[in-house]
Nanobody, 120 residues
Framework: QVQLVESGGGLVQPGGSLRLSCAAS????????MGWYRQAPGKERELVAI???????NAADSVKGRFTISRDNAKNTVYLQMNSLKPEDTAIYYC??????????????WGQGTLVTVSS
């Protein structure tokens, strides 16, 4: 069973910064893509940013230039550095992991979510 533990959410003023972390543990053969999604009240979950095992990244247009995704493969951890935060960034942020399990099947895991609130 794979577990994802997220941390780093909280309350921040507009223009401020936060750094989210998500550490994966459990039995895995390998990890492929790692990413962050978010869900604001009354809205559907949306992709924020994703990073491949090789370090290629992609991000939603709404966060490009403000958010940076990175990963530490040795620690099975993905990070999301969020700068110049706006009230519209307020949401629950979920870590997402695409991995190969020990039976060599592709699987997806989700974190429990961490709340980010941007407000003055």
């Amino acid at each position: 069973q794979v577990q994802l533990v997220e941390s780093g959410g909280g309350l921040v003023q507009p223009g401020g910064s936060l750094r989210l972390s998500c550490a994966a543990s459990g039995s895995m053969f390998s990890i492929n893509d790692m990413g962050w999604y978010r869900q604001a009240p009354g809205k559907e979950r949306e992709l924020v940013a994703i990073i491949t095992r090789g370090g290629n990244t992609n991000a939603a247009d709404s966060v490009k230039g403000r958010f940076t995704i990175s990963r530490d493969n040795a620690k099975n951890t993905v990070y999301l550095q969020m700068n110049s935060l706006k009230p519209e960034d307020t949401a629950i942020y979920y870590c997402n992991l695409k991995y190969i399990n020990t039976r060599h099947y592709s699987e997806i895991a989700w974190g429990q979510g961490t709340l980010v609130t941007v407000s003055s």
